[in-house]
Each structure stands twice: as structure tokens, then as C-alpha cells.
């Protein structure tokens, strides 16, 4: 509602100037002062330019320096983060202060050539010495930029460390699920045939390092270690975005993508650092996917490195929270998927499970 008054405000305000303009003009051309086109606010708008200039470029530093930004810029929690972070700035300063000079030039020069009667205008059609100029020096400073972000990129999106800890993360309309490849450290197949209301994946289980796999409810990832992210879409083009880490990759249906990070910051690092005993990495959708795009966040945990263990290691395999898809195990590795589930253990009382899973919070 209050948006509405506030354009009908505007749109009158708008159609009052120009009514007013519209006025002045005919009484000009009544008053018989047609031969000069000079408005008769000359001064007045040349002055109101330099206004216009220096509450727009005060706004601008205001809005991006003047605390009304807090949320853009996240504490860094990355090893890569450092450089994209820095190429960030570098193009910001650099672009910042050429908007800041050719703003000063254009509303300056529009002030300080304002209509005079006792000035002609300079007739200056071309000059191949300033054409050269303002296309050559853009064109090396942008090759520069671009050239910095492509070796960075290049870096950034390179092969995984052997050592890495493999992820699968699945987007969805509108959720996120993610799968570890359990004790075997190894992600089994998928396939989109397979998926229904419960194997909402489409973990194959035809293919014996699906036995084990595990899809707990938070993203755990160990601190100091590098975490290779494998990223894929169930429906329609998803994000993962995880700005702490400085991180961003679309998932897409189709076609699976990566991402590797070293997270240098545990939760309990970053509830220190930013004094927030609530605080909690997020993963969030960073593509408009659908009416439930904004619910499409996961929370994510970064572990002390032998804390991230114990978690591993207290998670069921999938199979054996859902014994049921033992029948689309081969005949030949039944076996082996009743011992790789732990389904075989029945000994195991189920309130040490409990205590695994409360101990990671
Ligand atoms: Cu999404």
C-alpha cells in the first residue's frame, strides 16, 4: 500500500514539473521572447547537475562503505577466497575510481559549459590521438583484469587434490541433499531411472560403492583439509552458493560440475569471530529455480578435523535406513551389501546410535 502512494506521489510529482515547464514556456513565447531558446532555468539546472552529482556519488560511497553493506561482504572462511577476495577489490578500486573521475568529467564540464551569451561553441569533430587513447588504455587495463581472473579461475576450478574429501551435493525443486561415499571414501553410481520417492538420488545399487554411501542432514566438511564439491541438478538449474567460502557453481541437470576449497574456519572459529553463538555456514540456491527458491538452504558444519572423523563414522549407510532397496542389489552382492550397510550387525544396540549422532552436534 505504501508503495503505491509513494509512486502516485512520484508520478505527480513528475507531472507537475511538467506542467510547470509547459506554463513558463507559453508565457515566454506570450511574452514575445521566442528568437532565444534559453530556458530561463539555465543556472538553476546547470547548478542542480552538480547537486545531482555530488549526492549520487555520496550515496554510492555511503551504500557500499557506510555499514548499509554488512551483509554482502562475509567473513572470509577459504584458502582461495584470499585471491578471489583480493582480484575483487583490485577491479573495484580500479573501476570505482574511473566511474568516480568520468562522472566529476561529465557533470563538471556540463556545469562549466553551461549556456553564455558571450561563448560560441568549439566546432571539434574528431581527433585520432584521443580515439587511440580512451580505446587503448580501457582495452589494456580490462585485458589485465581479465587475464588475473582467468589465471585465478584457472586455479581455483583445477583438479582436486588426491586427498580431497569427495562430496556429492544434489539441488532440487527446492532442496538440497548430500551424499558421502561412507567407509569406502567412494561415491557409488547414480542414476535419474532410479530415482523415486525414497531413493530420491538415484543411487544405483548395482554398483557396490553404493553400498555404504551415507545422506546425513548437514554438510559436514573438515577444516584445513581440501573438499571437492561434485555437483549436479535433479530438475532445473540450481546454485550452490556458499558465500563464506567465497564459493558459487551452478548445478545442472544433465551436467554434472565441481568445485574444491580448503575451509580454513570451523563453526566454532567463526561463532567466535563474529561473536554469534548461533552462527552457522550456508549453503543457499543462488539461481531464481522456481516459487520455492528461497527455502533452498542447508546448513553447512565445518569440523575440527578429528571431530569431522567421529561424524563420518557414526553415519548409517543409506542401505541400511532403507533395507528395502536390498532387492535391486545383484544376487551376487548381497553379501557384500549386507556387511558394507552394517546390516549384519544386529548386535548393535540402537541407543549407541544416538549418542553418535547427538555427540556431532
Ligand atoms: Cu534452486
Same mark, same amino acid.
Given at each position: ?39 530561463? *532555468? ?9 547537486? &545531482? ?8 560511497? =555511503? ?22 577476495? $583480493?582480484? &575483487? ?13 568520468? +562522472? ?43 587475464? #588475473? ?29 548430500? $551424499?558421502? *561415499? ?13 530415482? %523415486? ?32 564439491? +561434485?555437483? $549436479? ?56 529455480? *522456481? ?16 571431530? =569431522? ?28 551389501? +549386507? ?5 549384519? %550387525? ?6 549407541? %546410535? *544416538?549418542?553418535?549422532?547427538? #555427540?556431532?552436534?
Amino acid at each position: 500500500m505504501l508503495n503505491l502512494v509513494v509512486v502516485l506521489a512520484v508520478v505527480l510529482i513528475i507531472a507537475i514539473l511538467i506542467a510547470l515547464f509547459r506554463v513558463s514556456t507559453l508565457v515566454g513565447i506570450v511574452k514575445g521572447d521566442t528568437q532565444r531558446q534559453v530556458p530561463s *532555468g539555465n543556472k538553476v539546472q546547470a547548478f542542480l547537475l552538480i547537486v &545531482f552529482m555530488v549526492v549520487g556519488l555520496g550515496a554510492f560511497f =555511503y551504500y557500499s562503505f557506510g555499514g548499509l553493506n554488512d551483509d554482502y561482504v562475509q567473513p572470509l572462511a577459504s584458502e582461495h577466497g584470499v585471491i578471489t577476495d $583480493r582480484l &575483487f577489490w583490485i577491479t573495484m578500486a580500479i573501476t570505482g575510481s574511473v566511474f568516480v573521475v568520468t +562522472q566529476i568529467f561529465l557533470f563538471g564540464f556540463s556545469y562549466k559549459y553551461q549556456h553564455s551569451e558571450n561563448r560560441k561553441a568549439f566546432y571539434f569533430p574528431h581527433n585520432n590521438k584521443l580515439e587511440l587513447f580512451w580505446t587503448g588504455v580501457p582495452a589494456i587495463v580490462l585485458a589485465l583484469l581479465i587475464l #588475473s581472473g582467468w589465471r585465478a579461475w584457472v586455479d581455483i576450478t583445477g583438479e582436486a587434490p588426491e586427498d580431497a574429501e569427495v562430496i556429492e551435493v544434489v539441488g532440487y525443486q527446492y532442496a538440497w541433499s548430500v $551424499r558421502y *561415499g561412507g567407509s569406502d571414501k567412494k561415491l557409488g553410481d547414480y542414476d535419474y531411472k532410479k530415482i %523415486d520417492a525414497t531413493n530420491q538420488l538415484g543411487i544405483d545399487f548395482s554398483d557396490k560403492d553404493a553400498f555404504d554411501d551415507f545422506i546425513p542432514r548437514e554438510l559436514h566438511v573438515p577444516k584445513g583439509k581440501p573438499v571437492l564439491l +561434485q555437483i $549436479r541438478a535433479r530438475d532445473v538449474i540450481h546454485s550452490v552458493f556458499i558465500p563464506h567460502f567465497r564459493l558459487q557453481m551452478n548445478a545442472v541437470p544433465g551436467m554434472p560440475t565441481r568445485f574444491w576449497f580448503v575451509p580454513t574456519k570451523s563453526t566454532e572459529d567463526m561463532r567466535e569471530e563474529t561473536g554469534n553463538p548461533d552462527f552457522n555456514y550456508e549453503l543457499v540456491c543462488n539461481k531464481i529455480c *522456481g516459487k520455492g527458491h528461497f527455502a533452498m538452504k542447508y546448513t553447512i558444519v565445518v569440523d575440527e578435523p578429528a571431530d =569431522y572423523e567421529a561424524w563420518y563414522n557414526s553415519q548409517d549407510p543409506w542401505l541400511k535406513q532403507n533395507a528395502d532397496y536390498l532387492s535391486e542389489v545383484p544376487q551376487n552382492l548381497q553379501e557384500a551389501a +549386507q556387511i558394507a550397510a552394517k546390516l549384519d %550387525d544386529r548386535s548393535e544396540p540402537s541407543s549407541i %546410535d *544416538g549418542i553418535a549422532v547427538s #555427540s556431532t552436534k
